[in-house]
């Protein structure tokens, strides 16, 4: 099994639909991220979460919002879909007690791709 | 404003031919800096990673990148590019705390 599962990996849906993505994590890591992918815009980051009670906003987080029920499982849900949230949506982990750049190192999930009609 | 680009957007290399892709950054400190390889259908595994010590980092799969703190420059490099290298390149940097920042990608093609 993946260190870092993302479900659903595809999903199609129409405007105005509620969508939730899910993510759950075998690594034990705190740290869980959200991140969204658009082509020649690279990955920002949505929102972000260091343990269960933390949860933050990252760069792009307007339209999302995000739910941390465990060490293990990160959600990210759209209330309202529109189709500039078609994009590919990426879970990662990351161990803050790796030393140096190693608390910074981020294993992703393979990616929940997501088109909004 | 915190920053990462990639110039290339696309590059296409012979296999067998030597390989750099250019990555350039705007920060205010000495940043961790990443780089991460992205196959088609898959996530991004991590190639290499800097923060300090020697300026040429050597990563996975025979990469390495050499820090230019002059240049503000994390270059990727591989002597001798083989057909399973295509893929999608991302430069990325982070004040620590996992939250990075991503350069708008460079797409590798190998031609046989």
């Known amino acids: 099994d993946a260190d870092v599962t993302q479900t659903p990996r595809n999903r199609i849906t129409k405007t105005g639909k509620r969508i939730m993505l899910e993510c759950s994590q075998t690594?034990?890591?705190?740290?869980m991220y959200w991140y969204r992918q658009d082509p020649g815009l690279g990955l920002r980051l949505i929102y972000y979460s260091f343990d269960v009670k933390d949860i933050n906003k990252g760069e792009i987080s307007d339209g999302y919002s995000v739910s941390r029920q465990a060490q293990a499982k990160f959600s990210l849900s759209l209330e309202s879909a529109i189709p500039n949230q078609t994009a590919l949506y990426f879970c990662?982990?990351?161990?803050?007690?790796?030393?140096?750049?190693?608390?910074?190192?981020?294993?992703f999930g393979a990616g929940s791709r997501l088109t909004v009609l | 404003a915190q920053s990462v680009t990639q110039p290339d957007i696309h590059i296409t290399v012979s296999e067998g031919a030597s390989l750099e892709l250019r990555c350039n950054y705007s920060?205010?400190?000495?940043?961790?800096l990443f780089w991460y390889v992205q196959s088609p259908g898959q996530g991004l595994q991590l190639l290499l990673k800097y923060f300090s010590g020697d300026t040429l980092v050597q990563g996975i799969k025979g990469f390495e990148a050499e820090f230019k703190r002059s240049q503000s420059s994390f270059n990727l490099r591989k002597p001798s590019v083989h057909w399973s290298d295509a893929a999608e390149y991302f430069c990325a940097v982070g004040p620590g705390g996992g939250k990075l920042i991503f350069g708008q990608g460079t797409e590798l093609s190998v031609k046989p």
């Open positions: 690594k034990g890591h705190d740290r």
């Open positions: 990662a982990t990351s161990d803050p007690t790796n030393s140096g750049a190693g608390a910074n190192v981020l294993t």
């Open positions: 920060y205010g400190a000495t940043p961790y």
